[in-house]
């Protein structure tokens, strides 16, 4: 039971009702969500959906410089491709910003804001250092009424960016600079993708969230540790607002650890630019951190719902095994994916004693772990292709694949045996004649003899071409959330995380469609892409490995 959970469970014991748990999710719609917003928003969601109580959907939306409505269809997209409902509770803080500016002129006619026209610099050099005290702005003590005009001058255009912020007065000399007189709203010409152009001063993070959350009655504001040294500010703008007045029940902040996962780079705004040069294809990459990204992979809601289940939620920041999250992957993609084969590195092989034009159509199991999936139809006829690497001409000792002489299991078919080698001039291998065991269809053992190995094969005359793309991380470093002294993202991206590949494939993959968990037998799990494919014509994208290396 982890501390948020216990922290709910205690409000509860002590009379809140379980129903009245009122949870938000507050993204800022400036760049698409990644699996760190996964594990907040499953905690908001969860800990409300537990309780009977409601998470909220609230963009937060008070900085029109980089937001963009495209990134509200997506973060609305992403939430509910993740099983969230939020019904009709979608907010945004911009709703509310004729409501803060109410809240901030009641703040300065409380004598509690001032219009400062300090610089940028001079604000930061007033402000001081921890450990000694700031210095007054010598704005500070500006008649409420002056400060009152000033501000509404704001509101109307009157000044130009940066010549005046409206600052709320609280303590020059805390241990904490949040507290010293923080900035409340700020001039920005800007056009909000929202409210258009009707506002031109726009309220900080800081006085919007936390008024925001009293607003719509949330109970608990689950957000991340670098939000810990803001909260004196949270309550402090609550409790110096009407708006207390008018609350059952005060929202608290709550603070717990950021994800961090190996390999992978968190920061949106790093994200971005990975967007902006062309690093990647866009923010939905397969290669991406991305929920969009992860979706185009063929990773599933499940498995990551799980996944953020079980790294827990804890007050230390620490580095999480991307192995982790791959482990959950797989273990889904086993129970749903279909089972097809598909050979990336062809060798011809030709059975002599099969006939020419002739075609047997072989039962294959969909899914070994879900027998309602069924089982389909392959065609074996005279040439197939195995994998090149499934044969070895002089193979060591614990080679039981195929080599001259040597019998295998073709999956789903027959025993064939290697009877000859075929190479061309300078000596490569380029075709097996190979004989089958006809008594062994289905790939039954007809008298008890035993082969040590199967391998997976396509039928030449029915297998039709596609592409693969493989990937592998998108950097070689493992902690990217903290990068060494000077050195750049950049600097650690891996050159090979995407290798395309083309391959042949039986027949049934043709049909398969973007949103198909396909495991490709003895390789790997794949989906087809949701853009790059066509009908009849899929690319699939390799979403995760077979071998699980988690705790290995
Ligand atoms: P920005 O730098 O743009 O603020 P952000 O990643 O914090 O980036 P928000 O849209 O503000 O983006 O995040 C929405 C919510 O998701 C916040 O409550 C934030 O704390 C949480 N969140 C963001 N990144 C992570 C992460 N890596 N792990 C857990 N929660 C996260
Ligand atoms: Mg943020």
Known sequence: MH?????????????????????????????????????????????AIENGGLCNLRFDDTNPDKEDTRFVDSIREDVRWMGFDWGDREFYASDYFERLYGFAEELIQNGKAYVCTLSPEEFKEYRGVPGQPGKPSPHRDRPPAESLDLFRRMRAGEFEEGRYVLRAKIDMSSPNLHMRDPAIYRIKKESHHRTGSKWCIYPMYDFAHCLSDAIEGITHSLCTLEFEVHRPLYDWFIENTSISKTLKIRPRQYEFARLNLSYTMMSKRKLQQLVAEKIVEGWDDPRMPTLSGMRR?????????????????????????????EHCV????????????????????EISNWNEGETDWLDAVNNPEDESAGSRKIPFSKRIYIERGDFMENPPKKFFRLSPGSEVRLRYAYFMRC???????????????????????????????RVKATIHWVDAAGAKKAKARLFENLFTRADMSDLPEGAD?????????????????????AEAKAGDHIQFERNAYFTPDSKLSAPGSPVFNRTVALKDSYGK
């Not at 000596?427 to 003899?449: E, T, Y």
């Not at 993202?489 to 993959?509: H, K, Q, T, V």
């Open 3 to 47: 501390f948020i959970r216990q922290i709910i469970a205690e409000d509860v014991k002590n009379g809140l009702p379980p129903a009245a748990v009122r949870t938000r999710f507050p993204p800022e719609p400036n760049g698409c969500l990644h699996i760190g917003h996964a594990k907040a928003f499953c905690l908001d969601f969860g800990m």
């Open 419 to 449: 009877d000859e080698v075929v190479k061309d001039a300078s000596g490569n291998v380029v075709r097996l004649i190979c004989s089958v065991d006809r008594a062994s269809r289905g790939g039954n053992s007809p008298d008890g003899r």
């Open 489 to 509: 993202f950049e600097d650690f991206l891996n050159p090979r995380s995407l290798e395309e590949r083309d391959i042949l494939i039986e027949p049934a993959l």
């Open 297 to 325: 992979r063929g990773y599933t809601p499940a498995a990551i719902r799980e996944f953020c289940e079980k790294i827990g939620v804890t007050k230390f920041n620490s580095l999480t095994d991307l192995a982790l999250l």
């Open 330 to 349: 797989r273990q889904d993609l086993n129970k749903i994916s279909l089972r097809r084969m598909a050979v990336f590195d062809p060798l011809e092989v």
